[in-house]
């Protein structure tokens, strides 16, 4: 064994067998000296640098068909491990870096499609579906910045049609005249009703006058009997009336009529002594149209029963719609189909050609005459309308608009708009 000398004061001795330069010997064929098989002796490593100690290496194994290793590195030795084997070549003089992996091989190419061969052409573009174009903005609202609101559109039933034609102007006041010699068929109910229909889209110039000559009952179903006037204290005073204008004329005939309760339209009553009818002759009928046409716009007459009458023929006459009111039974589509026979023959086929048909139902449910009446009443007026039945109507007492159902009112709001559609602006 080698002595090296003493360690100097405060520090260990060096290890043993190592060399005097600080470096280890290079070792065989450039690897490290594996330990001894029987492990190292008292738990130690031995001189791992001793030539005795060192084990022959063990011959290197040659993977089967492995690429070829790159030759081994030369050992290190003090010399190349000084500083200035640690700078850099140059780029020109560095040699091309060698992998110890084999190359990868080639992405295999891919036969082409043999229907391929010729030249390639591209596929052509599907054809572009244009977008749906926007429902266009009027410059006004687009200007002014308005905002859109989206609403439901809910399904129309021809109300909104049939408001519109009752709203507009009439070009000059309208008699409407609800007529059959047959009674309970609803023509009073017809008078009230149109007026208050007509009344409830307009909202004033309505008027149902009761110009029956045997004590006709629509003062008493239709209107508030804030008094007992009728078209008998009407007469006594005409004269006084008709000289009247603008205001004075509207508060001065107002003292002879009464108001429905919502206001809709007003009432003419007649009267209930039987005998007075003998004062409706033609010029007064002619008269009292004449001034409640100054006053109102549309004036709905609701006719008595004789044809023969002079009262009831002035009102054919002076009116401008004709409408006739009956219910589906034979008797009453009847005396309807009679009178319009008997206006043919006076010379008032127009009025007949131009007339509406009201068919009421008097009672729910399915009626069989009525598809019968509606084809053979539309091959002699203009046209024909049907209103259903409403348990409102049923007690005879009366008559409120309000009380009726949805679809009565919306039934009555079509005929209506039939009624003065000729006559609409």
């Known amino acids: 064994m080698r002595d090296f000398g003493a360690a100097p004061s405060g520090y260990a001795s060096p290890a043993r067998d190592y060399p005097a330069n600080g470096y280890p010997p290079p070792a065989a064929n450039g690897y490290a000296a594996p330990p001894p098989a029987g492990g190292f002796a008292n738990g130690y490593a031995g001189g791992a640098y001793a030539p005795a100690a060192q084990p022959p290496p063990a011959p290197p194994v040659v993977p089967q068909a492995a690429a070829p290793v790159a030759p081994p590195a030369p050992p290190m030795t003090p010399q190349s491990l000084a500083p200035q084997s640690l700078a850099p070549q140059p780029l020109a003089q560095q040699p091309p870096a060698t992998s110890a992996y084999p190359?990868?091989?080639?992405?295999?190419?891919?036969?082409?499609?043999?229907?391929?061969?010729?030249?390639?052409?591209?596929?052509?573009?599907?054809?572009?579906?244009?977008?749906?174009?926007?429902?266009?903005?009027?410059?006004?609202?687009?200007?002014?910045?308005?905002?859109?609101?989206?609403?439901?559109?809910?399904?129309?039933?021809?109300?909104?049609?049939?408001?519109?034609?009752?709203?507009?102007?009439?070009?000059?006041?309208?008699?409407?005249?609800?007529?059959?010699?047959?009674?309970?068929?609803?023509?009073?109910?017809?008078?009230?009703?149109?007026?208050?229909?007509?009344?409830?889209?307009?909202?004033?110039?309505?008027?149902?006058?009761?110009?029956?000559?045997?004590?006709?009952?629509?003062?008493?179903?239709?209107?508030?009997?804030?008094?007992?006037?009728?078209?008998?204290?009407l007469l006594a005073d005409l004269m006084r009336i008709e000289n009247l204008h603008g205001d004075a004329l509207l508060q001065e005939l107002d003292a002879y009529l009464r108001h429905a309760s919502d206001g809709s339209y007003d009432v003419l009553a007649g009267e209930e002594n039987p005998r007075f009818a003998q004062r409706l002759d033609q010029g007064t009928v002619r008269r009292v149209t004449d001034l409640l046409r100054r006053t109102h716009d549309v004036i709905c007459v609701d006719t008595g029963n004789n044809v023969e009458s002079v009262n009831w023929q002035t009102v054919m006459r002076t009116a401008d719609q004709l409408v006739i009111t009956t219910v589906p039974r034979e008797d009453a589509a009847f005396t309807a189909d009679w009178?319009?026979?008997?206006?043919?023959?006076?010379?008032?086929?127009?009025?007949?050609?131009?007339?509406?048909?009201?068919?009421?139902?008097?009672?729910?449910?399915?009626?069989?005459?009525?598809?019968?009446?509606?084809?053979?009443?539309?091959?002699?007026?203009?046209?024909?309308?049907?209103?259903?039945?409403?348990?409102?109507?049923?007690?005879?007492?009366?008559?409120?608009?309000?009380?009726?159902?949805?679809?009565?009112?919306?039934?009555?709001?079509?005929?209506?708009s039939t009624m003065l559609e000729p006559f609409a602006e």
């Open 339 to 416: 009178m319009l026979d008997v206006l043919e023959e006076s010379g008032m086929g127009d009025m007949v050609a131009n007339a509406v048909t009201l068919i009421s139902c008097p009672s729910p449910g399915h009626l069989p005459l009525l598809e019968d009446f509606k084809k053979h009443f539309a091959t002699r007026t203009r046209a024909v309308a049907v209103v259903p039945y409403d348990p409102a109507l049923e007690v005879g007492s009366s008559i409120e608009y309000g009380d009726l159902q949805a679809e009565t009112r919306q039934a009555w709001l079509r005929a209506a």
């Open 103 to 233: 190359p990868a091989p080639a992405a295999p190419a891919y036969p082409r499609n043999p229907a391929a061969q010729g030249p390639v052409v591209p596929p052509q573009a599907a054809p572009r579906i244009p977008a749906p174009q926007p429902a266009p903005i009027s410059p006004a609202a687009s200007a002014a910045g308005a905002r859109i609101e989206w609403r439901q559109t809910r399904n129309d039933d021809g109300s909104d049609r049939a408001a519109s034609v009752l709203r507009r102007k009439l070009g000059k006041p309208r008699v409407l005249a609800f007529a059959n010699p047959k009674g309970g068929v609803h023509k009073t109910t017809a008078t009230v009703l149109a007026a208050a229909t007509i009344g409830s889209v307009r909202g004033r110039g309505v008027l149902a006058w009761d110009d029956n000559e045997l004590r006709g009952t629509l003062g008493l179903r239709a209107g508030s009997a804030r008094h007992a006037r009728t078209i008998k204290h």
